[in-house]
């Protein structure tokens, strides 16, 4: 059960990796992130279907969609520099909380 895991940190890993090459594509303009984009997507749809071998679809995909969109959020805060605001980090922390109610409640 432990690779299940990993495959699915491996599956939010690559989701991030494809979602930052979807900005850094510029509207695919830019070849090297348009075609990282397809690979890194296609890696992250491969780890997840083995991640859900053993883990339940329900905790896999919140785990996986609520902390990709947590780390994209802060990607796009820190490395993009997009604006902080108080509904922006507030929301950040209920994807968090939300995905560990659902961790929980097993």
């Given amino acids: 059960m432990l690779i299940s ?3 699915l940190v491996a599956a939010v890993i690559f989701e991030v990796l494809g ?20 690979v890194f997507y296609g890696l992250c749809l ?4 083995l991640s859900l071998k053993t883990i339940e679809v329900s905790v896999a995909y919140s785990f996986w969609a609520g902390l990709g969109t947590t780390l994209i959020a802060l990607i796009g805060i820190f490395w993009f ?13 209920l994807i968090v909380i939300g995905v560990i109610g659902l961790n929980s409640a097993k």
């Avoid at 979602?19 to 397809?38: A, D, E, N, R, Y």
């Avoid at 491969?46 to 279907?49: A, C, E, I, P």
């Avoid at 108080?86 to 922390?93: A, E, H, R």
């Fill in 46 to 49: 491969t780890f997840l279907t």
């Fill in 81 to 93: 520099r997009e604006s902080i605001t108080t509904v922006k980090l507030v929301s950040i922390f």
């Fill in 19 to 38: 979602t930052t090459c979807m900005k850094l594509s510029q509207g695919f303009t830019q070849g090297l992130p348009t075609v990282f984009i397809f």
């Fill in 5 to 7: 895991w990993v495959y």
